[in-house]
């Protein structure tokens, strides 16, 4: 055994001998500058670029075998300007020399200082490094043995890095084709020793600088790094990101942003854990975590996020936006948000939401189904909401918004609707939209292929039911929206009044049925396209605004001669049924069986209004057929039989009563007329008769 232990000792005493003895001639004797045109001559003739080393190059042997270069410049490609692909100020590296003869590489700390990178595409869309690539491989020959992986991986025993430093650097990349500019300033990394499987210190830090969007800022990350390729397990414990901007391109024209997490991934388990996550931004805090499994075969996720309780008015304002004027000063006060996280490599869901905004609680779940196709999900539930508060109070003198879903679906747009694809329900509680009070709300949505679908609609209002069935087909070149809607024993007078936000000009117990269909590429296209039909009837009512019977007081004293008689009586007509029906043609509605039934008066009506000018022109025809008494004035026996004309015309807003005089005398012309030639009949009549029985 003592010899070979002496034959080994010799020999390795030998090969540090030599070692050393190499050593001492390559550093006497051996100069590496003397190599610089050689150097740059192989780089020409490899790249066509030029290569410039214009500090010295030093050399260490032993025990480190180490490189220095000072004032490195490589060329750019043709093309590309005069322009350095890349220049470094200092490159130190070394490597020990002894570990070596064991396939280890120990290396020393890798400093690179003052390192200037110049990324192009330029307008034909080719890049400046190309040509550095070199040429594509030839594809290995079919009968050609595969090299075991092993025999790559035992290459290199071992490979440990003392650290690495980057001082000083800068990276730009322009893109030509885009017209589009990054920029990298100040760059520096640093790390602590690097072994795999043990953990090692990172800090990096870069000025940032972008045209489009235009931002610059600054970023920073730091941590603790763990890479164990051997293991396929990688970690980042105690990673901090953090940036802090300013431009035109970011909201609010700046941001101050920082992240916390700790990350660990084992690739072989195909498991990630993300923990302690931490996120800050724009006065928003959001927390979480997420645990994934099969990360590399079949991903899934699943994890915690919570946004805890924030002043919405202070994000909007560091977001560079302002809350519309006229909202409620009361609301955006706070909300908060939680959620369990469900997602996969196709899909990504938020379960058990709860979110809250001031007084109102959204639950349940929404989230994308499927990424390739936008298949958007949700069925949720919110208790509660006034959205009116939230919303710019409207000008008194614009007209009253929609009032249904079908009337408000006009709106939509139909590019966005041909590819979307979407399915969902909605529960709401109470809703307070445009003055109008709902409750027990629901809606399911449906939309594929360019049509959308909102069946069944329901809501309960003003002690009856609205049901809703809304089509809305994008298909074709113009949106087609087709409704069939339904209002079922709904006081209508205090669902106008809180809609327009006036006094109502109808009350009573309304049951209302629309079939509409409409083509157009916005609401008021669609409106003057608008076809179908309606039927309505109100029970137990009056028609504010307009006195018929003062109307055919009116009428009374033209036929007598008189001056019409001062207005008495309120200024309504009441009635225990009103009911009619509506066709519409091009935006255009018409009505022919108007019949309102009173113990008073007996009223039919025809007429038109025209929805695009939102104009209406309109005759109501009155007749009496008991005492007015009750309606403020005394029997008007002379207007027995007779039907008094009342034209209503002018917009919907303000529409304009009065009594059609020629219309009136005409038909009392015609009337008596009709009297004398019955009186003159009965009168032959009579002496006929009496001839006969003579």
Not at 215 to 225: A, D, H, M, Q, T
């Amino acid at each position: 055994m003592k010899p070979v232990i002496r034959i080994v000792a010799g020999l390795a005493a030998v090969i540090v001998l030599v070692l050393v003895a190499l050593a001492i001639y390559l550093t006497a004797i051996f100069d590496p500058n003397d190599y610089r045109d050689r150097i740059a001559e192989q780089v020409r003739a490899h790249t066509g670029r030029e290569l410039t080393i214009a500090g010295d190059i030093g050399l260490s042997v032993f025990p480190w075998l180490g490189i220095e270069l000072a004032d490195v410049t490589l060329g750019n490609a043709p093309g590309f300007g005069d322009e350095p692909f890349a220049k470094v100020a200092a490159v130190e590296a070394r490597v020990k020399l002894v570990p070596l003869l064991s396939r280890e590489i120990e290396v020393d700390r890798v400093l690179l200082r003052g390192l200037e990178l110049n990324l192009v595409r330029d307008a034909k869309g080719r890049t400046n490094w190309e040509d550095l690539r070199g040429a594509p491989a030839e594809p290995a020959s079919p009968q050609a043995e595969p090299q075991p992986a092993e025999d790559a991986a035992g290459a290199v025993a071992a490979l440990a890095i003392g650290g690495i430093d980057i001082e000083s650097a800068r990276v730009k990349w322009e893109d030509r084709q885009k017209g589009v500019r990054y920029t990298l300033q100040d760059l520096g990394l640093e790390t602590g020793e690097v072994r795999p499987g043990k953990p090692f210190d990172l800090a990096l830090a870069t000025n940032i600088a972008s045209s489009a969007p235009a931002i610059e800022g600054r970023f920073e990350l730091k941590g603790e790094v763990l890479a164990d390729p051997e293991q396929q397990r990688y970690a980042i414990d105690g990673l901090t990101l953090g940036f802090k901007g300013r431009g035109a391109g970011l909201p609010g024209g700046s941001i101050d942003a920082s992240a916390k997490a700790a990350i660990a991934a084992d690739l072989a388990a195909e498991t990630l854990a993300v923990e302690d996550l931490a996120l800050q931004a724009y006065g928003l805090q959001a927390r979480g975590t997420l645990q994934g499994r099969g990360i590399v075969s079949e991903p899934k996720y699943a994890g915690v996020l919570e946004v805890p309780e924030f002043d919405p008015r202070a994000v909007l304002a560091a977001l560079g936006a302002s809350v519309p004027a006229g909202t409620d000063a009361g609301v955006l006060e706070r909300a908060s948000l939680k959620a369990k996280i469900d997602a996969g490599a196709t899909r990504a869901m938020l379960q058990d939401l709860a979110l809250k905004l001031d007084d109102s609680n959204l639950t349940g779940s929404l989230g994308v189904a499927d990424f390739a196709r936008n298949a958007l999900r949700f069925d949720l539930k919110l208790d509660a909401i006034d959205l009116d508060r939230y919303l710019p109070r409207r000008d008194p003198s614009e007209p009253a918004p929609v009032a249904t879903p079908g009337a408000a679906a006009t709106a939509a747009e139909p590019a966005a609707l041909r590819g979307l694809d979407l399915q969902g329900k909605l529960h709401i509680g109470k809703l307070k939209v445009s003055g109008l009070n709902l409750a027990d709300i629901g809606v399911t949505a449906r939309a594929d292929g360019g049509v959308m679908r909102l069946n069944p609609l329901g809501a309960s209002l003003y002690e009856g039911r609205y049901a809703g069935n809304v089509t809305l087909d994008a298909r074709g070149r113009a949106l087609r929206v087709s409704v069939d809607e339904a209002l079922t024993g709904v006081q209508i007078g205090p669902l106008l009044r809180d809609l327009t936000g006036k006094p109502e000009r109808l009350t009573g117990r309304a049951e209302l049925r629309m079939r509409l269909a409409g083509t157009g590429a916005d609401a008021e296209a669609i409106q003057k396209t608008l076809g179908g039909t309606a039927q309505f009837r109100f029970a137990d009512g009056a028609v504010k605004g307009v006195n018929i019977a003062q109307f055919l007081r009116e009428a009374e004293a033209l036929l007598k001669g008189q001056p019409a008689p001062p207005a008495s009586g309120p200024e309504q007509t009441d009635f225990s049924e009103l009911s009619g029906s509506v066709r519409f043609t091009d935006g255009v509605g018409r009505n022919d069986d108007l019949v309102a039934k009173s113990p008073l008066l007996r009223v039919t009506g025809n007429g038109s209004f025209d929805l695009g000018r939102e104009q209406i022109d309109y005759l109501v025809l009155a007749s009496v057929v008991g005492t007015l008494t009750g309606q403020g004035g005394k029997e008007l026996d002379r207007l027995r039989g007779v039907t008094v004309p009342i034209r209503v015309r002018g917009s919907f807003a303000e529409p304009k009563y009065s009594l059609d005089a020629e219309r009136l005398l005409k038909e009392n012309v015609k009337g008596q007329v009709k009297e004398k030639l019955e009186q003159q009949l009965d009168e032959k009549l009579r002496e006929g008769l009496r001839g006969l029985f003579r």
